[in-house]
């Protein structure tokens, strides 16, 4: 379905996007992760056809991506990309028409997508009257309009309520299952491990891990994420944390706010000691929980952050 070899993406001296491949079978959700300035953006932009790539190449069902076969994708960026004056139905005949849908097609498509994303009862009432949750369903339902072969969704469910959520979430996960491929990027890992058959982890340019969760969990064996809850001054906290870097079978230690998270083997026995540590630099320990080896922790193991960063 969708082959993506070696892009490079340069900004001046700076390669933003450095050999990263990947490859989406129909049908298949994938995930693509990665903080903040990883590449994720840029990467999405180049397999759209809004950037184009130094090296590399992007093939869509066997073909290179050039041209009219651009319309083969749908793309759903963060952005709501809506006429807030007019319906969701007024908007959504206005798109397909630039897609090139007209009469009983264009009606019947956008009965369809509207059905999809759960908005039929509200189709004919203005944008402007939806909640930040149905708006980013409609936004869906513009990608969807024109049957895709790719759906690329960039952080569909940033700033909705749980209820919208919850329903972007299950409208994505059927479309898998119709048969659509979808490239998904959240920053929600819940998400990833909910809907993803894969994912592609990429940092600093680089595509850094791939594999189901399920695989890439795996690869962690028994180490447990310890997260700590804080009282304490900002140096003092950090001066902590650097100590609890040099103890034995630490993998990582990632520091988020008054929050520090350990990877380690030692699991609950990495308690005791690190509490120790923490009194010695007067440091306040407010909380303290475990974790076992999710995709979280492989995403703090393997850029020493956290996906929200």
């Known amino acids: 379905m969708l082959e993506v070899d070696g892009l490079v993406r340069r900004f001046g001296e700076h390669t933003a996007v450095d050999g990263v491949s990947f490859r989406i079978a129909q049908g298949e959700t994938y995930g693509l992760l990665g903080p903040n300035g990883a590449g994720k953006t840029t990467t999405i932009n180049m397999i759209a056809g809004l950037l184009t790539p130094d090296a590399g190449e992007v093939r869509l069902l066997d073909e290179p991506l050039t041209g009219d076969r651009k319309s083969l994708i749908g793309l759903v ?50 944008i402007d009257t939806y909640s930040g949750g149905m708006k980013r369903r409609a936004n869906i339902a513009v990608g969807l309009l024109h049957e895709p072969a790719l759906l690329i969704l960039d952080e569909p469910t ?22 659509m491929a979808v490239l998904y990027t ?8 909910r809907l993803c058959d894969r994912v592609g982890i990429i940092d600093a340019g680089r595509l850094i891990a791939e594999g189901t969760p399920e695989e890439l969990v795996a ?62 630099a007067g440091v306040g320990v ?24």
């Open 186 to 193: 959240t920053h929600y890992m819940e998400e990833a491990q």
């Open 219 to 280: 690869q962690l064996g028994e180490q447990a994420t310890v997260r700590f809850r804080l009282n304490a001054a900002p140096d003092a906290q950090r001066a902590w944390a650097e100590v609890l870097r040099t103890m034995p079978d630490v993998a990582a230690v990632q520091e988020s706010g008054d929050r520090v998270s350990v990877m380690t083997t030692h699991g609950p026995a990495f308690i005791a000691p690190a509490v120790t540590a923490a009194r010695e």
């Open 286 to 309: 407010a909380g303290v929980e475990v974790t076992e080896p999710d995709l979280e922790a492989v995403f703090l193991h393997l850029t020493g952050k956290a996906l929200r960063d």
């Open 158 to 179: 940033v700033g909705v309520d749980p209820q919208s959520r919850n329903s972007i979430l299950e409208s994505v996960s059927a479309l898998g299952g119709a048969g």
């Open 77 to 126: 960026p963060q952005d709501i990309a809506l006429y807030p004056d007019l319906s969701a139905v007024e908007n959504l005949e206005f798109f397909g028409r630039l897609q090139n849908l007209s009469g009983p097609r264009l009606k019947q498509r956008v009965a369809e997508v509207l059905e999809v994303v759960g908005l039929t009862d509200r189709g004919k009432d203005h």
